[in-house]
């Protein structure tokens, strides 16, 4: 059983930053891919970024390309999501995800485990 806590969301300007971090508890997490979702209102979830258990490939989606960056510690069973030059259609509740099968493939195609998510709010 994995736990996936979100911190770091928050209300910031466009053109700003912000980090978010998912302190995952388990045993296993340096085996398990792990990645980030967002919701927006109104709109389907979308697999936002998703990195590999040994950190040696990384999946984002083309709307954040080049602006946000993943990453792990595999030490401190946390990863991270570095928001860059954030836009107003950033603006969701973005949920860490993890996934036993190693792969950000199989992370994309439906996790097996959910954080209950944080909200970010870009203004324009």
């Known amino acids: 059983q994995v736990q996936l806590v979100e911190s770091g969301g928050g209300l910031v300007q466009a053109g700003g930053s912000l980090r978010l971090s998912c302190a995952a508890s388990?045993?296993?997490?340096?085996?398990?891919?792990m990645g980030w979702f967002r919701q927006a209102p109104g709109k389907e979830r979308e697999y936002v970024a998703g990195?590999?258990?040994?950190?040696?490939?990384?999946y984002y989606a083309d709307s954040v390309k080049g602006r946000f960056t993943i990453s792990r510690d595999n030490a401190k069973n946390t990863v991270y999501l570095q928001m860059n030059s954030l836009k107003f259609e950033d603006t969701a509740v973005y949920v860490c995800?993890?996934?036993?099968?190693?792969?950000?493939?199989?992370?994309?195609?439906?996790?097996?485990?959910w954080g209950q998510g944080t909200q970010v709010t870009v203004s324009s």
């Open positions: 995800a993890a996934d036993s099968r190693g792969s950000t493939w199989y992370l994309g195609r439906g996790p097996d485990y």
């Open positions: 388990g045993r296993s997490f340096s085996s398990y891919a």
């Open positions: 990195i590999m258990w040994s950190g040696g490939n990384t």
